[in-house]
């Protein structure tokens, strides 16, 4: 007999991989790509490849330079890229979306060790990097293809008076015509996503109930429309998509809770009383700092511990 | 009664041979009997090579009071004494005996005279009846209350949680009489305390036989969601009794006894008859083997003679387990003997058996919310990379059960067990020496 495989136990395992969770995540903002597609025109297309193109290469090349293990067949670098892209006006000059995928793999990930080690979401980092080094292109929105509207302020800046025009209907909002990032303005293709998600036990149901509801309930407790507020902006792709990643944000349901409502309110005092008109990029980073604290303080108990003398 | 879930994950069963009668199997050639198949200290052999002995007759003697005494599985003769390997990495010696093919029964096999609670201790201690549920602690010890009063629950472990296995479940089905006699017998020397099985809803055919038993006599029957780990005796006694056992502390603390429902049939076996713990029914099944099925061998059987029996490999096995899927120990070849606390042995072919490929962690906290002990095993790795033993402390890896949900749920594939058992070991170093200091 040839030799046996000895080794701890347990000896049977579940079939979930972190690649067949990150491929859920692509399947579950499927419908959004698809929406920008149809919404913004083929260009939305471009972008989005060329965030996940210069994503996986940066991944790669990072990691042949270091000489680490080889990384990207478990599909993380892809998901940073959608997202990136999904975060982006559809306008976007080609080499800043390039600069923004190199700063989101290399700066904010694998610098401090890759997958799982990094404290803040790339993707949102990224993104407000690029925010800060090109403000204008990243806030030159165009409209959606066929829509007739004058002006291309997005719902935020109107309902905060930064920019004049009209408020698009709720349906058009649902639906994503309006001003926007290529993924964050179709509203039910992002829920649709979020729906999967929790269906497949990738996400939980704690951090963006916990968002989401915190923004209705702030917005509406200071005379906001709160629908709207729930609608524009990036708050159902941040609090669906980014507020859930694994690495950044805290272990345990209370911890998520808190993570959610903490988002909530930063999104919100950021939107009505900041200088910028969209806050959920800027108050998800802020949750990922506080991440490490929020374990500390959520920390399961367990079962029958004794407290240490 | 419970006032929160524990966390449990629900694994594949694969109890497809719970329909199986248990086949009895001859005397093999020759039984390979460990003096240590149980947790405390070795029996002392007291046989020696070109002895004669009979099924039944004592080979070793207890070794001390956390101990129990061994017994020939079959009649022949002893051929030596010799260490061996056990799976669990320790060395024991062991004892040889050669079939004379005559299966004949020691002729002082007797019922014990028990008149008194201490007669019923020593009978229970010289039955060699250890934790058949997997543990092998001796079950003696565990009866041996001085104060009975502190005893308010006695919890029969029938709840078989791990997949695979049906040892239990024949058990239940085929010896429910002796069972119960087992349980009247207990409840005779110990009191009339609440008597309470702790079933998984996946037995139905059994709960369907227990029912009546119960009800005439008066054992509670509590079925549980097929869940694992149910059958962890922490996650037991808390799901029947909704009592906690505190960290570092014993059932008793908590008011409660736990036993297999096989140890129960042991002990009324050698309390009625006077034979002692020599054969075990035993699960053997996985990819390998060609024909699954339960089997009652006598203890010391080489596995390999356990698996001719069963029609032989059906394809080359690539890893071999004492017991279940979730917390069976594999073993370094099939030469490893049938123990008294065997309820499987499993075999798997190369697809089953391979590894899966290791990834880093994604911090998902899966093993966190999925953890019945309420530990958080990916912050227990970070600590044992550090070797930070007072970390280990507050993250209490001390109550890990090493029941195996962390490893199961993780999608990188990390050796959360592994990673747990270490960090066990380097912080009972280091309280060793906290102690010392």
Known sequence: ?309 | MAIFNLHSIKIAHNKSTAGCIPKRMPAPESVVIPVSMHIGAPAVPVVKAGDTVKTGQLIASSGGYVSSPVYASISGKVKKIDDILLAGGNTVPAIVIESDGSNDIYSEIKAPVINSFEDFIKAVADSGVVGMGGAGFPTHVKLNVKDLSKIEFVIINCAECEAYITSDTRTMLDMTDEFFDGLSIIKQHIGDKRFIIGIEDNKKECIEKLKPYCASSGVELKVLPSTYPTGGEKVLVYKTTGRVIPEGKLPLDAGAVVLNCTTVVALQKYIRTGMPIVEKTVTVAGSAVKEPQNVIVPIGTRVKDLIEFCGGYKEEPKKILYGGPMMGISMPDDSCPVLKNTNAILAFNAKDATPSKQTECINCGRCVSHCPMNLMPAYIATAYAAKDAKRLEQLKVNICMECGCCSYVCPAKRPLVQTNKLSKALLKNYQMGAAKK
């Not at chain 1, 916990?210 to 906001?224: E, K």
Request: proline share 5%; glycine share 10%.
């Open chain 1, 1 to 309: 007999m040839s030799q046996l495989i000895t080794q701890v136990s347990p000896h049977i395992f579940d079939k979930t991989t972190t690649q067949k969770i990150m491929l859920d995540v692509i399947i579950a903002l499927c419908p959004a790509a698809v929406a920008s597609v149809v919404l913004f025109g083929p260009r939305a297309a471009l972008v989005i490849a060329v965030c996940v193109a210069s994503c996986v290469l940066s991944e790669w090349l990072f990691e042949k330079i270091c000489k680490r293990q080889n990384t990207i067949s478990d599909l993380s670098a892809v998901v940073t890229g959608i997202m990136l892209a999904f975060n982006l006006p559809v306008d976007i000059q080609i080499w800043q979306a390039v600069f923004g995928s190199v700063a989101a793999i290399i700066v904010v990930k694998q610098l401090f060790g890759g997958i799982g080690k990094n404290f803040a979401n790339p993707a949102i980092t990224a993104r407000i990097i690029m925010l800060i080094s090109f403000p204008a292109a990243m806030s030159n929105w165009t409209l959606p293809n066929g829509v007739d509207i004058a002006s291309s302020a997005t719902p935020l800046s109107i309902m905060q008076g930064i920019s004049e025009g009209e408020l698009p209907s709720i349906t058009n909002m649902l639906l994503g015509i309006r001003g926007g990032s290529i993924g964050e303005t179709c509203a039910a293709a992002l829920l649709l996503g979020g729906i999967y998600l929790i269906v497949r036990k990738v996400i939980s149901w704690h951090t963006p109930v916990a968002f989401i509801g915190t923004v209705f309930i702030f917005t509406w407790i200071l005379g906001g429309n709160p629908v709207y507020h729930v609608l524009s902006g990036g708050l159902l792709l941040g609090a669906i998509f980014m507020a859930t990643d694994y690495a950044t944000t805290p272990y345990t349901k209370s911890g998520k809770l808190i993570f959610g409502i903490g988002c909530g309110i930063l999104t919100v005092l950021i939107r009505v009383w900041g200088s910028y008109p969209e806050g959920v990029s800027f108050s998800i980073l802020m949750m990922n700092i506080l991440t490490p604290y929020i374990n500390k303080l959520t920390a399961s108990k367990p079962f029958g511990g004794v407290k240490a003398k």
